[in-house]
């Protein structure tokens, strides 16, 4: 039997050609009463790290500017949101990056790769030029001086799970995992929390990109998530909004924590 919850879409259409920017016509965001089977549908809890302390991995905190914001999320919001889904019985899959030493921990992670063993995608013969020059943009892009690098490097090797998976949670890692078990349990909706929204819950391996082209459809609860943001987004956060809209107007809903955590416990 399904739940009925709240959920928001972008009315992208009724383009206003009397003004000078024919969006501003848009519908914009509109409520809805979405119907979710709860066989169906699963939480994912995608790459919430605990992240090294600052004074640890300074130079990774000169880079990795949502930190803070994610972290009073895991902190604030997460608990009675993972207590309430659990207790539903509502299916939580954790996506793992594949680097996080912790993972040897968790059954859920062995029972996954036992079933569905990892297989390394194909990637191109890279010319040592292209490798340089692939090395010099991330370095680039990323830090300011060889240490703060070195802080970024070093930081992935101690990058654990603020969330940990329950014993009987899949733990997956690739794309192929995460499709695996949806097809295995009947899953077509997948409603993603973690971080970033526009980053890796839209690009990397178990996001919104790979999973909605196996035909799932990708959801976001929109406060359990933030984004990554550059100097011209932080002040409004639009990074934020154009991660949402990205899930809204490609493949999914926007939920919120409180109206699934009360779908859930009324199941």
Not at 52 to 60: I, V
Not at 72 to 93: D, K, N, Q, W
Not at 228 to 256: C, D, H, P, T
Request: charged share 25%; with cysteine; hydrophobic share 40%.
């Amino acid at each position: 039997m399904s739940m009925i919850v709240p959920g928001y879409y972008y009315a992208q259409h009724r383009a206003d050609r009397t003004k000078e920017y024919p969006a501003q016509g848009f519908g914009g965001w509109t409520k809805t009463q979405v119907p979710l089977d709860p066989k169906r549908t699963a939480v994912v809890v995608m790459h919430v790290w605990q992240l090294p302390a600052m004074e640890e991995c300074p130079g990774l905190y000169d880079h990795l500017e949502y930190a803070a914001r994610a972290d009073a999320i895991v902190t604030e919001r997460y608990p009675s949101f993972l207590e309430a889904v659990r207790e539903s019985g509502v299916r939580t899959i954790h996506v793992g990056a594949g680097f996080e030493p912790q993972l040897q921990e968790f059954p859920g992670y062995h029972a996954v790769r036992e079933k569905y063993p990892p297989v390394k995608r194909a990637k191109i013969e890279a010319s040592e030029e292209h490798k340089a020059l692939m090395d010099r943009h991330w370095k680039a892009s990323c830090s300011a001086d060889p240490e703060a690098y070195a802080d970024i490097e070093r930081s992935f090797e101690g990058r654990g799970f603020a969330v940990r998976p329950l014993d009987h949670e899949e733990v997956v890692t690739t794309s192929e995992q995460l499709f695996a078990l949806c097809r295995e349990h009947g899953i077509e909706h997948l409603i993603y929390t973690g971080f970033a929204v526009n980053m890796c819950l839209i690009m990397s391996s178990c996001g919104l990109v790979d999973m909605s082209r196996h035909g799932l459809m990708c959801s976001v609860v929109g406060d359990l998530t933030t984004a990554v943001e550059n100097k011209a987004s932080i002040m409004q956060q639009s990074n934020r909004e154009y991660g949402l809209w990205l899930f809204a107007i490609q493949s999914g809903y926007v939920f919120l924590s409180e109206d699934l955590k009360r779908a859930f416990l009324k199941k």
